[in-house]
Structure formats: C-alpha cells, structure tokens
C-alpha cells in the first residue's frame, strides 16, 4: 500500500518562507512524477508544481519565481520551498504522485490527506 505523507505546513507571516516535504512509502516500483496541489477555502483544488523522475518541472504561472519544487530519488521525498509567501497562498497543500507499483503496469495517481499552510497579513 502507497502512503504520502506531508509535512511542513504551518502559520507564517506575510513575506515569510516555508518548506513542505511529501515522503512516499510502500511498494513502489517507479515514479512518473510528484507534485504539489493546492485547495483553498470555496476554491478548486490547483496544481502547484510537479517534477518528472527525468527532473522536468511544471509550474503554476502565479507562482514562478516564488515556489520551487525539488525531488529527492533515493528517499522517494519530494520538497517544496515557498518564499515571498502571501495571504492568497493559504490552502491546503496536497501531495501527488503518479507511479506504477510493478514493472509494465498502468501508473496511478496517489494523494496526501494535505498540510495546512497559513499566511497572515
């Protein structure tokens, strides 16, 4: 069984910076790619950024600049590191990862339960 667990989220002032992590566990086979959604209150959940296992990157138009997304391989974790954070930025934050838990089989999309980050004013 596939868990995703994030980690990170937190209250921070406006102009502040936060790092969420996302570990990925159980039997997996390989990644096609690991990203970050994000769900505000009323709103839609939207993609954040992802990355390949090739290492391409995919972001937000909103947010370039300000988030980065990174992947650590070897510990199946992928970070995401926000500054210049902003009161628009508090969501929820889902992790996701799209991958295949056995050589030739169709790659399945997987979720975190979500960090809460907050940005106050």
């Known amino acids: 069984q596939v868990q995703l667990v994030e980690s990170g989220g937190e209250l921070v002032q406006a102009g502040g910076s936060l790092r969420l992590s996302c570990a990925a566990s159980?039997?997996?086979?390989?990644?096609?790619?690991m990203g970050w959604y994000r769900q505000a209150p009323g709103e839609q959940r939207e993609l954040v950024a992802l990355?390949?296992?090739?290492?391409?990157?995919n972001y937000a138009d909103s947010l370039k600049g300000r988030f980065t997304i990174s992947r650590d391989n070897v510990k199946n974790m992928v970070y995401l590191q926000m500054n210049s954070l902003k009161p628009e930025d508090t969501a929820v934050y889902y992790c996701?990862?799209?991958?295949?838990?056995?050589?030739?089989?169709?790659?399945?999309?997987?979720w975190g339960r979500g960090t809460q980050v907050t940005v106050s004013s």
């Open positions: 996701n990862a799209v991958l295949s838990l056995n050589s030739g089989s169709t790659a399945i999309n997987y």
């Open positions: 159980g039997s997996i086979f390989s990644f096609k790619s």
């Open positions: 990355i390949t296992s090739v290492g391409t990157t």
